[in-house]
């Protein structure tokens, strides 16, 4: 069965996944940017954004797993731009360029309706405005039986874990202090609740975490 | 000259330095005696509490830290005990037992006076209700010359963080869930600014993080 999973999903050490006020300048918001070096440090990443050299140890092991059987991907609409409200026109097409590195169907979440959009590299943006349930059906169709990815921000994992319907998540914990931002563990009211830690290694860059449901839980909804 | 010196203080993944409801029967909140399971394998904490055998790896080398060079140690009203408001008599002398694993005087901070008690073993808890400025004067005057350690809880090291006080932190990050509780970076209204992480190493049982002064910053008040 196709599984819902979260990847490379970075998290400071004081629990934000993005630092305060989201900007075009600061599309992780204020410091954000620093929790991502592990990534783009790795082989996986650099090669993924069409460039040379990079590590291929630890960092890289777990960078290219987000990857491995995942046909389409869910995304917030804060991780897809600096954009609230309505959208003014067309012009944003996502913090990625021409080629955004996903190459399959993407799930917008929001609440303002917009037509799709097709990316060069087979990206294709698709802007869901009736919930996160409609959102991972048409992103289970798209996958055609691989899993699904949700790419983020933390207010989209959290109302897929509040929901029960993710299924593993690894998540990487750097040795960032961002002081203020956006929690990862927040408004879960007790969750998550049914996961254990099946994986917890570290390089000097990053702890990896990766969760997976108990063996006595299951979803409450698929 | 002498630190302010947090060592041993153990989170959970999602942040939580102890469980909800902390009572008599749960001294960490539900859930939360997981968190210690880590430095209970020690040989050091199995020395402290006069039991044979233990761990010597990574985790021992941390949890050994804790003790060197410290003269006395502050701590919160809620880890000395569960019982809050006025003391209804002078029968709680805290979770330790008859002899204490301290050996050293230990202040603990309180809005209801109540004499000093003298345990076996060099223990003296002194009860503080003049504020944390108070309470880190008496303690660095006992040690005499020797750093201070604060014990915790989340709440009394966020305090001491706040006023700029702490000189350096170490924590460990556990592979344990609480999903609710009592949050180790939280009302710090943007701190911990001006520390920085110099140790980030993990046992299969915990990740290691030491975190110390940036060099451009100094203390608020000493």
Redesign the interface.
């Known amino acids: 069965m196709p599984k819902l999973r979260v990847h490379n999903f970075t998290v400071s ?3 934000y996944a993005a630092g305060p006020d989201q900007s075009i300048d600061n599309p992780l918001g204020v410091g954000g940017g620093a929790l991502h070096e592990w990534a783009f440090a790795t082989r996986t990443l650099r090669q993924m954004f069409h460039m040379d050299g990079g590590d291929e140890g630890l960092d890289d092991t777990f960078a290219a797993q987000g990857d491995v059987g995942i046909g389409a991907t869910i995304m917030g609409r804060n991780m897809f731009g600096p954009i609230r409200g309505s959208w003014l026109d067309d012009t944003w097409t996502g913090w990625w360029g021409d080629e955004p590195p996903y190459h399959h169907p993407v799930f917008v979440l929001t609440h303002h309706r917009r037509p799709p959009i097709s990316m060069q590299g087979g990206t294709t943006f698709h802007f869901i405005d009736n919930g996160i349930d409609a959102a991972l059906a048409r992103a289970f169709d798209a996958a055609d039986g691989d899993d699904v990815r949700i790419g983020g921000g933390a207010a989209t994992i959290q109302q897929y874990l509040c929901a029960g319907l993710i299924d593993e998540m690894h ?1 990487a ?1 750097v ?3 961002l ?2 931002g956006e ?1 990862l ?1 927040d408004h ?1 009211d ?4 049914g ?3 099946v994986d ?3 390089s ?1 860059s990053a ?1 990896h ?1 990766r ?1 997976a449901r108990t063996t006595d839980s299951s979803p409450k909804v698929r």
Do not use: H, K, N, Q
């Open positions: 050490l004081d629990g998540l914990i040795p960032v202090l002081g203020r929690r563990f879960l007790g969750g998550p609740a996961y254990e830690c917890f290694v570290s000097p702890l975490v969760l």
